[in-house]
């Protein structure tokens, strides 16, 4: 099985930064996850892709609306994905999911096995 438990969400102004973190556990964990992703989600929304990396080469790919302020990253030896999010924008202003899978470079939920409980990010303007 695969835990994953997200961090690091809260209120902050426009421009300002934020980290999120995503801690991953588990027996299976080790075996099963080549990717990790990060997805947000408004109320009544479906779930948006925002980024994701490999764990092995830490290839990363990003959404077109977060390319050049968000940066993921991770840390092997923690199990731990991060999300640097910068420049940021009430737009984006979700729920921010963590979740892992066996399809590098997916953006799509649907390929991803395991998710978080999301942390919730608000920007105020």
């Known amino acids: 099985q695969v835990q994953l438990v997200e961090s690091g969400g809260g209120l902050v102004q426009a421009g300002d930064s934020l980290r999120l973190s995503c801690a991953a556990s588990?027996?299976?964990?080790?075996?099963?996850?080549?990717?990790m992703g990060w997805f947000r989600q408004a109320p009544g929304n479906k779930r948006e892709f925002v980024a994701t990396?490999?764990?092995?080469?830490?290839?990363?790919a990003y959404a077109d609306s977060v390319k050049g302020r968000f940066t993921i990253s991770r840390d092997n030896a923690k199990n731990t994905v991060y999300l640097q999010m910068d420049s940021r924008k009430p737009e984006d202003t979700d729920v921010y999911y963590c979740?892992?899978?066996?399809?590098?470079?997916?953006?799509?939920?649907?390929?991803?096995?395991?998710w978080g409980q999301g942390t919730q990010v608000t920007v105020s303007s």
């Open positions: 990396i490999s764990w092995r080469t830490a290839t990363t």
């Open positions: 588990g027996r299976t964990f080790s075996t099963y996850a080549r990717a």
């Open positions: 979740a892992a899978g066996r399809t590098i470079g997916a953006v799509m939920s649907l390929m991803y096995g395991y």
